[in-house]
């Protein structure tokens, strides 16, 4: 079957569960996009079995463009359902509304299309994002729980409910109109950035999912394209791109983690890291929301001349002016953790912050938690404390090169 392209020859059941997978990866949310302009109420359906068929179908030969084969499919899958239905007549004319072929230059702003939708304001805010981390990058719901902190069921829970609610009110698959975007504009960040960290240290073995990431900051660059005059956008994508800079340098050669205290700066990818802090000052200059506040200690972080030299003080401020209108645990964690690094710091203290977050449901499965308290307890001079904090520590970590990692840092205490 050869849906988009030539095929190749015969090849093993290994070797296509293993593109199945990458194209699952990579071409989830534009499948899924192009079948939405179709129908509605069947678009995860026809693009789950798509991927089914795929597998069927490609040991007899992978197609050139496995992402083009797919949405053939799905597409073609829609139309069916459609045939099926006894009010074909009435809904024909919803099959060559807003048509895009294979290459259309509209093609990659359906994704953002599904984002907003997603994220409409008739959903709990809740339900849009847990909804739109599965539509947009087909993370499974395991996968959604935990870049959100919360337990699996949960998650589902929030999934379906935001289903039900799109089909009950017949909620558009469309951008919204301009007078619409601000009122969504928070969500829709919150879900480009979950997005994202979702891929910058991910279940499995390799540190990243460049797939997420990748994704991540292109939905960004949209977002900005889109809402030029808006600054927390133009803060995300400097936040995004100050991160993308450091990436190769996170992983030694051995493949370790590599802590940003001890990375090579000249492995930095410079013009990444010009664009990101050119957006970051921009977005500072016109507004103090939370992104902005986050990319500008991405840039204390990135413009100081060595991790030594950081301006720690100035960092935890930027953590202070956020617990003012972001109050989350993750912030509060993440400020006692710069609090500890600033010279002449109480650690006692910090430790006490440490220990009332451990007290926070949100944080219950978050693996820097129990991490940062181990830091702190290993320079008071507690190693059987940190020792203890490491390995609660390792049993919440999902990512096999964190782990690693971690268990080196304990290994240090205990022998």
Not at 19 to 26: C, I, L, T
Not at 149 to 154: K, P
Not at 198 to 226: I, K, N, Q, S, W
Not at 357 to 380: F, I, M, N, T
Request: charged share 25%; proline share 5%.
């Amino acid at each position: 079957m050869s849906e988009s392209g030539g095929a190749a020859a015969a090849v093993s059941a290994v070797e296509v569960a293993r593109v199945v997978d990458q194209a699952h990866r990579e071409s989830w949310s534009t499948v899924l996009a192009s079948v939405v302009r179709l129908t509605r109420d069947l678009a995860e359906d026809c693009t789950q079995d798509a991927f089914v068929q795929a597998l069927r179908a490609w040991p007899d030969g992978i197609p050139a463009n496995p992402g083009g084969w797919l949405t053939t499919v799905a597409r073609r899958l829609a139309l069916d359902g459609f045939r099926r239905e006894t009010n074909l007549r009435r809904k024909l004319p919803l099959l060559v509304e807003d048509p895009v072929a294979p290459g259309d230059d509209e093609q990659p702003t359906d994704p953002l299309r599904l984002v907003f939708t997603c994220c409409h304001p008739a959903l709990a805010r809740d339900s849009q994002v847990a909804l739109t981390l599965r539509l947009i990058c087909g993370l499974t719901t395991r996968e959604v729980a935990a870049v959100l902190l919360i337990g699996e069921s949960t998650a589902a829970a929030r999934i379906t409910r935001a289903k039900k609610k799109i089909a009950a009110a017949a909620i558009p698959y469309r951008i919204p109109a301009d007078r619409e975007l601000p009122t969504r504009l928070d969500v829709v960040l919150t879900v480009v950035h979950l997005v994202y960290t979702a891929g910058h240290v991910a279940a499995g073995p390799e540190l990243t999912r460049t797939d997420l990431t990748g994704r991540a900051v292109e939905l960004a660059r949209v977002l900005v394209r889109l809402m030029p005059d808006e600054p927390e956008p133009q803060a995300l994508l400097g936040l995004l791109l100050m991160t993308e800079a450091r990436g190769d340098a996170r992983v030694s050669e051995d493949g370790e983690l590599v802590l940003l205290a001890d990375q090579d700066r000249s492995r930095w990818d410079a013009r990444l890291l010009a664009e990101g802090v050119s957006r970051a000052t921009a977005a500072l200059q016109r507004g103090r929301g939370r992104f902005v506040l986050q990319a500008a200690v991405a840039g204390l972080h990135v413009t100081a001349p060595s991790w030594e030299r950081t301006d720690w003080t100035q960092v935890v401020r930027m953590y202070d002016a956020m617990m003012l209108s972001w109050p989350t645990p993750i912030v509060a964690l993440n400020r006692a953790a710069a609090h500890s690094l600033v010279p002449g710091a109480d650690l006692e203290a910090v430790l006490a912050e440490l220990d009332a977050l451990s007290k926070e449901a949100a944080l219950a499965s978050y693996a820097y938690l129990p991490a940062a308290r181990a830091d702190v307890l290993a320079r008071l001079g507690r190693p059987r404390e940190a020792a203890a904090a490491y390995e609660a520590a390792i049993t919440l970590t999902a990512n096999e090169t964190e782990r690693r990692f971690l268990s080196h840092r304990l290994a240090t205490l205990t022998h």
